[in-house]
């Protein structure tokens, strides 16, 4: 079974800084699809970025960048010039193709930001 | 707005009620899906719906019913919870299977407080 580790369960980071959140995961496939979503508080999940497991290259999302290794099953989210809205909980999720699109989710970061 | 609308966004109810929680997806999506999230813990797929029919029950107690009468309308039916089951419950649409590297819209979810 696939299953998705977030070691941070909070993190703190100032206005205008960079911070980075982890997420590893478990899985015997080599074709899948990784993402982070956000979750502001009483709010709806929203999708940050998404990296499909076949492409080397890391997707890039304005100011949100991630770090895949394929090898070490790792994808990190890069956050840059945090701002004030970025305040949420964080969570890493990861997905097989050609299934009946069944996330499976970390239980996720949440993220401070302060002045 | 939010491409997925879900009623009522508070419920409080004892254990011996029966009530039902709505989502509205206006995205177009053939996919929808049930999670639960509770404190501490990562969101928890229930049920998962592709062109009106189950493909996923994910060993949900039968005290939870779900009904999707259509691709933009899913229901879940309660009856008889226990207090554990007092959670968030979110709802989710998507392409769906041929297209598994979309992501999932979320609502804002319902915060279902069990007496």
């Known amino acids: 079974a696939q299953t998705v580790t977030q070691s941070q369960p909070e993190m703190s980071v100032q206005e205008a800084e960079t911070v980075t959140l982890s997420c590893t995961y478990d899985t015997s496939e080599s074709d899948y699809y990784l993402f982070w979503y956000k979750q502001p508080p009483s709010r709806q999940m929203i999708l940050v970025i998404r990296?499909?497991?076949?492409?080397?290259q890391n997707a890039t999302e304005n100011r949100f960048s991630v770090n895949f290794q394929k090898a070490a099953k790792s994808f990190s989210l890069k956050i840059s010039d945090s701002q004030l809205g970025d305040a949420a909980m964080y969570f890493c999720a990861y997905r097989r193709t050609g299934t009946a699109s069944k996330l499976t989710f970390g239980t996720g970061t949440r993220l401070q930001v302060t002045l | 707005e939010t491409g997925v609308t879900q009623t009522p966004r508070h419920l409080v109810m004892g254990m011996t009620n029966k009530k039902s929680l709505k989502c509205e997806q206006h995205l177009g999506h053939n996919a929808m899906y049930w999670y639960k999230q509770s404190a501490k813990k990562p969101l928890e797929l229930m049920f998962v719906y592709n062109f009106k029919e189950q493909t996923e029950n994910n060993s949900v107690p039968s005290r939870f019913s779900p009904e999707c009468p259509n691709s933009s309308h899913l229901f879940l039916h309660l009856h008889t919870l226990q207090p554990e089951d007092s959670a968030l419950y979110l709802c989710?649409?998507?392409?769906?299977?041929?297209?598994?590297?979309?992501?999932?819209?979320f609502g804002d979810g319902t915060r279902l407080s069990i007496l």
């Open positions: 990296q499909e497991a076949y492409k080397q």
């Open positions: 989710a649409s998507s392409q769906g299977d041929s297209l598994s590297n979309q992501p999932q819209h």
